[in-house]
């Protein structure tokens, strides 16, 4: 089984930016960034294939972006605009995986 590691959280003020990075992916394929406030349920954010198109949920279109490193297939999620709704652990994972790693947190200042 694939260990990933998240890693690039941590405070930002309203609009700032932080890019997250995932590491661990021993393949090509398919690598979705999720996210989870406690009390809630873990949501998508973005999703990268094995060709390279993407998608992502409506809420964060147009600030966020999911690329990869082919080179060594880290993951990574550049956010921009950061708003307060976006205060969450994020985490890196395959699809339909039920095994996930620590996260990484990403707080928001009001």
């Known amino acids: 089984q694939v260990q990933l590691v998240e890693s690039g959280g941590g405070w930002v003020p309203g609009g700032g930016s932080l890019t997250l990075s995932c590491a661990g992916q021993e393949s090509i394929g398919a690598m979705a960034w999720y996210r989870q406030v406690p009390g809630k349920q873990r949501e998508f954010v973005a999703l990268i294939s094995r060709d390279g198109n993407t998608k992502y949920q409506g809420s964060v279109r147009g600030r966020f972006t999911i690329a990869r490193n082919e080179a060594n297939n880290i993951v990574y999620l550049q956010m921009n605009d950061l708003q307060p709704e976006d205060t969450a652990v994020y985490y890196c994972?395959?699809?339909?995986?039920?095994?996930w790693g620590q996260g990484t947190q990403v707080t928001v200042g009001t």
């Open positions: 994972n395959t699809p339909l995986s039920n095994s």
